[in-house]
């Protein structure tokens, strides 16, 4: 009877410490998890650093978040595409068609706030085109929105002739949206930091935010529970259009023109930052603030390969395999 009781109390003795491991190797996931891209994104800038001392400097930091303020714009608004399952490869045709129309505007003689409104609404519009493909079009996003990347891609060309609109004049809120700054920072980071505290609130702090959740988690189950999952859909593709111009509008101000090739390739860098932020592809799991970490990670990446002296097109490859280190790491996961 006394054995029985010893081997109950050793195999009792011996399922705590399993659970006890488990516990602790489950923790130790969660961290990297949830700070993994944090890390990645200090020792990045420790690296870099080392290998360059000017790159820890006020001005250099300042002139990176004002670089990374219209990849975040634009991924935040992947962001929550991303999170109901989707994709929006447009983003970089949003961001140059709102900002050639805007430019032309302006240049008609339209005032700059009501220009500005308008590419606004343009850009929404955008997005509200490639949710209807998606969701009453029931295409597959990939596909939906690489026709409207190319369409609004030629509706660019279209408009501009193939050549960028310049003499915009000199008003306060076409100079100051890209090129101003407030309080010794950038008014883009000002941009960044604001719409970011507010995608923050209504992605974990509202309905709409656990809706967007719910559908990209089970679309089935967030169906039956009542969500409409299609309007959802719709919403964060609104969303998206209306990051994408709204970073079209910093960049037609930083430049002082509208370039019909402005954009080429931003959808990229935008999932990057998204993926980076630990984000998963298929929906359901992520959150803002790793993208913002994400958009961090790319700028600091960009600015990095420049001082250090890495060629152009070495770049690429570079942000290539980190994209591909992402993917893997969150097919792991």
Not at 88 to 109: E, F, K, N, Q, T
Not at 172 to 193: M, N, Y
Not at 235 to 263: H, N
């Amino acid at each position: 009877m006394n054995v029985t009781k010893s081997g109950a109390v050793v195999q009792d003795s011996l399922s705590k410490k399993k659970f006890g491991l488990a516990e602790y190797f489950q923790s130790r996931q969660n961290i990297f998890q949830n700070f993994g891209s944090l890390f990645a994104l200090i020792i990045l800038v420790v690296v870099i650093s080392l290998i360059r001392p000017e790159f820890m400097t006020t001005w250099n930091f300042l002139s990176i978040l004002r670089q990374a303020s219209v990849n975040g714009l634009i991924a935040f608004g992947m962001t929550g595409v991303i999170l109901v399952g989707a994709i929006d490869l447009s983003v970089g045709s949003v961001l140059a068609l709102s900002s050639i129309l805007c430019a032309a505007m302006i240049a008609a003689g339209v005032d700059v706030p009501v220009a500005f409104a308008l590419a606004l609404l343009l850009g929404t519009a955008m997005g509200f085109i490639s949710g209807m493909l998606v969701t009453a079009g029931r295409l597959q996003p990939f596909i939906a929105t690489l026709v409207t990347m190319v369409v609004f891609r030629g509706l660019t060309l279209i408009a501009s002739q193939g050549r960028p609109i310049s003499n915009l004049g000199d008003h306060a809120l076409l100079v100051g949206l890209g090129r101003g700054d407030f309080l010794s920072v950038p008014i883009p980071v000002w941009i960044l930091g604001i719409t970011f505290a507010i995608y923050f609130f209504i992605l974990h702090k509202t309905t709409l935010g656990r809706q967007i959740y719910g559908t990209g988690s089970n679309i089935a189950a967030a169906a039956i529970a009542g969500v409409r999952v299609n309007r959802i859909k719709i919403i964060v593709y609104c969303i998206s259009g209306f990051f994408a111009s709204l970073a079209g509008l910093v960049l037609l101000s930083r430049l002082g023109s509208a370039q019909p090739t402005l954009g080429t390739g931003f959808e990229l860098d935008a999932i990057a930052a998204v993926v980076l932020g630990g984000t998963s592809m298929s929906g359901g799991r992520g959150r803002i603030y790793g993208t913002l970490i994400g958009v961090l990670i790319i700028a600091v990446l960009n600015s990095g390969m420049n001082i250090i002296g890495v060629q152009s097109f070495s770049q690429n490859v570079v942000k290539g395999l980190v994209i591909l280190i992402a993917v893997l790491l969150d097919r792991n996961r």
